[in-house]
């Protein structure tokens, strides 16, 4: 079992900056595969950026370029530098681990956090 915690979620002005972390517990961190995702209000969720176990990253088109991915398997914890925000990026982002062969991590992703929510003012 994974215990997955998200925070750094907020309200900030398009262009601006935030930094989400996701904080693990449980069985080994460094073995699994972790993503954001992230669901807008009358949205199906979707996959915004993943990393590997091997520390390989992958990105949805539209954050390419403004938001990075990254871990630290010494702190169990990964995190999402979110730069040049846009009102269209405000939504609630979760943190999710597992093992995959997906470049989007559609499926395989077995332990969820409960989200925080980011809101991107115009």
């Known amino acids: 079992q994974v215990q997955l915690g998200e925070s750094g979620g907020g309200l900030v002005q398009a262009g601006g900056s935030l930094r989400l972390t996701c904080a693990a517990s449980g069985r080994t961190f460094s073995d699994y595969d972790m993503a954001w995702f992230r669901q807008a209000p009358g949205k199906e969720r979707e996959f915004v950026a993943g990393?590997?176990?091997?520390?390989?990253?992958y990105y949805a088109d539209s954050v390419k370029g403004r938001l990075t991915i990254s871990r630290d398997n010494a702190k169990n914890s990964m995190y999402l530098q979110m730069n040049s925000l846009k009102p269209e990026d405000t939504a609630v982002y979760y943190c999710?681990?597992?093992?995959?062969?997906?470049?989007?991590?559609?499926?395989?992703?077995?332990?969820w956090g409960k989200g925080t929510l980011v809101t991107v003012s115009s």
């Open positions: 990393v590997r176990w091997t520390g390989r990253t």
């Open positions: 999710a681990a597992g093992r995959t062969a997906a470049v989007d991590f559609s499926s395989g992703m077995s332990y």
